[in-house]
Structures are given as structure tokens and as C-alpha cells.
């Protein structure tokens, strides 16, 4: 059985900083992909990062270029999201999906959706 765990979020002020876990069980991060998105209210879910698990290629939305880092511990079978910069446009409840890369390169429209995380809510206001 395939479990994903998210933690870390929580209510941030604006300029803060959060970092997102997703612990994996039942699932091979050195063959897989593990990609994290959000969904705010009232929008569509949006992929935002992804990792291949086996060779550490990254991926990342506009969005959140520049100011978000995912990383994996293999060891740990879990995968991170440093959030830094947060803004309000940030807020929404973060899932972390499991699946593979199909493709050629790293990217969320090349990354399968097989499992899911029930979500951790990151809000972000003064």
C-alpha cells in the first residue's frame, strides 16, 4: 500500500518561510517521481515542483521559480519543499503526488499522478 504523509504547513506572515514534508511508504523513490502541487479556493489545482527520485532532476512552476526548493532524502524516503518569500497568492492546501516521469525531461506535464497525500494547509497573511 502506497502512503503519503504531508506536514510542515501551517500560518505564515507575508516575506516567511515553511518547509513541507511528504514521508512516502510503499513506493520506490530511487524509480519514481514525487511532485507537489496546490489548490487554493476557488482555483484549479496547480502542479508547482517535481523531483525524479532517482536522479534528482527538479522541476518548478513559474510561479514559485526561484523562491521554492524541493529536494528527496532516498535514505528517508521522504521529499521536501522549502518555501521561502511566501505571499498571500501562496496560500492553498499543498499535496504531494507520487508517480513516474514519462518523458525525456523532468516537468509536471510529464509526471504521472498515481498517489496522493490528503494535503496540508499553508496560509500565508499578517
Known amino acids: 500500500q502506497v502512503q503519503l504523509v504531508e506536514s510542515g504547513g501551517g500560518l505564515v506572515q507575508p516575506g516567511g518561510s515553511l518547509r513541507l514534508s511528504c514521508a512516502v511508504s510503499g513506493f520506490t523513490l530511487e524509480y519514481g517521481a514525487i511532485g507537489w502541487f496546490r489548490q487554493a479556493p476557488g482555483k484549479m489545482r496547480e502542479g508547482i515542483s517535481c523531483?525524479?527520485?532517482?536522479?534528482?532532476?527538479?522541476y518548478y512552476s513559474d510561479s514559485v521559480k526561484g523562491r521554492f526548493t524541493i529536494s528527496r532524502d532516498n535514505v528517508k524516503n521522504t521529499v521536501y519543499l522549502q518555501m521561502n518569500s511566501l505571499n498571500a497568492e501562496d496560500t492553498a492546501i499543498y499535496y504531494c503526488?507520487?508517480?513516474?516521469?514519462?518523458?525525456?525531461?523532468?516537468?509536471?506535464?510529464?509526471?504521472?499522478?498515481?498517489?496522493w497525500g490528503q494535503g496540508t494547509q499553508v496560509t500565508v497573511s499578517s
Open positions: 523531483i525524479s527520485t532517482n536522479d534528482g532532476s527538479t
Open positions: 503526488a507520487a508517480g513516474q516521469i514519462l518523458g525525456d525531461h523532468v516537468s509536471i506535464a510529464t509526471m504521472t499522478h498515481d498517489f
